[in-house]
């Protein structure tokens, strides 16, 4: 049976995600300098365009289409048989293209997530093979293997509300790869890139966690009380990582920024992600609360001491708030919240946490072993990094022939 | 009294500042201009209206020294902004007629450092 209020969510919920994409261009955007902002707003864009077609050729069927393979194979190609029927395995009470546009938008803003770590200096078209490429061959399988239908995680009980695990670790480790194996950006030691726009990146969080209550909220699929659960504890978490990255800087370096807190807010809704669906309030503001404490290690104590150039912290913020928020789902999940979730490790059931930690791994080891072929075979067949004199100059200029701001006139 | 007016590339700013502050050159004003020497300018095309030879973006500074300190800041200047390729910029020394410094009203030689 098709319920209007259920459909009617989950369709705002799906607007609402694929608005974080561009309130993520905006974040990312504001962070680079200004030779390269749009060349970031361009690689956002560009993946809603590409990723939305994949999506309905074949993506949706690699991800959803049941089976209990290494992924859901093409039965569903091109939406063949995917209508206006619930598929009862997915949402009971909305079309099945309703839970199918909803999944797009994840599918969409994942690898945009990535842009964070090889901004300012990767070709544009390696940019687009590299996407699709992983696009099909990491987050296809992995959310397949979480969600789909026959999926073997998702069969041995691990539990991942919005995706932490397999949107934000994910698109996490992928950041670490290519900022690994990409390099530095030229002359970093010499010219530390200060953000060249500030308020974009304040509107970019803003977008974000707006269009997040669509992310974890509408993964209830549902007009319920899980819905609202997800909501409440996403706005808290949000809250609690923005003002402890604020405390944060105010202890260590005297005067809390914006920057800060946008940061920390990010950091929030990423870890809260997992267990939107079932954790309480006081769970979230603990879970806010920490993980400000561990992205802020890893972007200001570890990232310079190890030297990789994760040039806007796509790793510190999305992998390590992924981790941190899918560990704590196997913590602080209550059958109390989601009668069909499972209970968590100071709830009487340590086998959950370790299913969560196994999880981890899992996606951990996968996408680190495939990004990296990717990323080779991309490079092999036409280069994945701009020459030297293009990155100077900015990407907006040498990659698009566009500038993003005028002095004259 | 000199005037140095340099010209160089947006991105050997921060490497021209740090020779300037270690040959204790330490004041200085920059700002953001456009233009072009034998590096021709950009393509820029605008939903396919194309404009060839835009300019680029470049700094611009302006040094005022006694005369004891013109060759090391023009010699700091030119380790920080020499690549060797065109488009590095160019160097302009003009003969400073007056200088005041507005706080103390200190005029000439005095007011510059």
């Known amino acids: 049976m098709i319920s209007a209020g259920d459909t009617a969510w989950v369709l705002i919920s799906s607007a609402l995600v694929l608005l974080m994409t561009p309130g993520l261009a905006f974040f990312y955007g504001g962070m680079v300098r200004k030779k390269n902002v749009l060349s970031v707003l361009m690689q956002c864009f560009i993946i809603m365009c590409v990723l939305s077609i994949q999506w309905v050729l074949f993506g949706y069927s690699l991800s959803f289409a049941p089976s209990e393979g290494f992924w859901g194979g093409l039965s569903w190609f091109g939406l063949k048989g995917v209508g206006f029927e619930p598929y009862a395995d997915y949402a009971k009470d909305i079309p099945h293209q309703a839970f199918m546009i909803f999944q797009a938008m994840f599918a969409i803003i994942t690898p945009a997530l990535i842009i964070g770590a090889f901004a300012e200096r990767m070709?544009?078209?390696?940019?687009?093979?590299?996407?699709?490429?992983?696009a099909t061959f990491v987050y296809d399988p992995l959310c397949h293997w979480v969600w789909g239908v026959g999926g073997w995680l998702r069969n041995l009980g691990a539990l991942d509300f919005a995706g932490g695990t397999v949107v934000h670790i994910n698109a996490g480790i992928a950041a670490l790869v290519t900022a690994l194996i990409l390099g530095k950006r030229v002359n970093l030691n010499k010219n530390v890139p200060t953000p060249h726009n500030m308020p974009f990146v304040v509107l970019g969080t803003g977008l974000l966690w707006f269009g997040w209550f669509g992310f974890n909220a509408g993964s209830a699929l549902a007009a319920n009380g899980l819905a609202v659960n997800a909501f409440v504890v996403t706005?808290?978490?949000?809250?609690?990582?923005?003002?402890?990255?604020?405390?944060?800087?105010?202890?260590?370096?005297?005067?809390?920024?914006?920057?800060?807190?946008?940061?920390?807010?990010?950091a929030g809704l990423v870890a809260i992600t997992p267990a939107a669906g079932f954790?309480?309030?006081?769970?979230?503001?603990?879970?806010?609360?920490?993980?400000?404490?561990?992205?802020?290690?890893?972007?200001?104590?570890?990232?310079?001491?190890?030297?990789?150039?994760?040039?806007?912290?796509?790793?510190?913020?999305?992998?390590?708030?992924?981790?941190?928020?899918?560990?704590?789902?196997?913590?602080?999940?209550?059958?109390?919240?989601?009668?069909?979730?499972?209970?968590?490790?100071?709830?009487?059931?340590?086998?959950?946490?370790?299913?969560?930690?196994?999880?981890?791994?899992?996606?951990?080891?996968?996408?680190?072993?495939?990004?990296?072929?990717?990323?080779?075979?991309?490079?092999?067949?036409?280069g994945v990094r701009v020459n030297q004199e293009e990155e100077l100059m900015g990407l907006d200029l040498t990659q698009h022939h566009e500038r993003a701001y005028t002095v004259l006139e | 009294m000199k005037l140095i007016i340099a010209i160089i590339q947006p991105h050997k700013l921060e490497e021209v500042k740090a020779e300037l502050y270690k040959a204790e050159v330490n004041l200085l004003t920059v700002s953001e201009v456009l233009g072009h020497g034998r590096q021709k300018g950009v393509t820029e095309i605008y939903r396919g209206a194309k404009e060839s030879g835009n300019l680029l973006r470049k700094m611009r500074l302006e040094i005022a020294v006694n005369e004891n300190f013109v060759e090391p800041t023009v010699k700091a200047i030119i380790k920080g902004a020499k690549t060797g390729e065109t488009g590095d910029g160019k160097i302009f020394v003009l003969d400073l007629q007056e200088c005041v410094r507005i706080r103390t009203e200190e005029r000439g030689s005095a007011a510059i450092g």
């Open chain 1, 235 to 266: 706005n808290t978490a949000a809250a609690a990582g923005g003002l402890s990255w604020a405390l944060i800087e105010w202890l260590r370096n005297g005067k809390p920024t914006i920057f800060g807190v946008c940061s920390g807010a990010v």
């Open chain 1, 123 to 134: 070709k544009f078209s390696a940019f687009i093979l590299f996407t699709l490429l992983w």
């Open chain 1, 279 to 382: 954790v309480s309030v006081v769970p979230a503001i603990i879970i806010g609360l920490l993980v400000s404490i561990f992205s802020f290690i890893a972007v200001a104590v570890i990232k310079p001491k190890l030297g990789y150039d994760d040039s806007l912290d796509a790793f510190g913020v999305h992998c390590v708030g992924g981790i941190w928020g899918a560990l704590a789902t196997g913590l602080f999940a209550s059958k109390l919240v989601n009668p069909a979730g499972a209970d968590g490790l100071f709830f009487g059931n340590p086998k959950q946490f370790i299913i969560q930690a196994l999880t981890v791994l899992v996606t951990i080891g996968y996408t680190f072993i495939v990004t990296f072929v990717i990323y080779k075979l991309v490079d092999l067949l036409i």
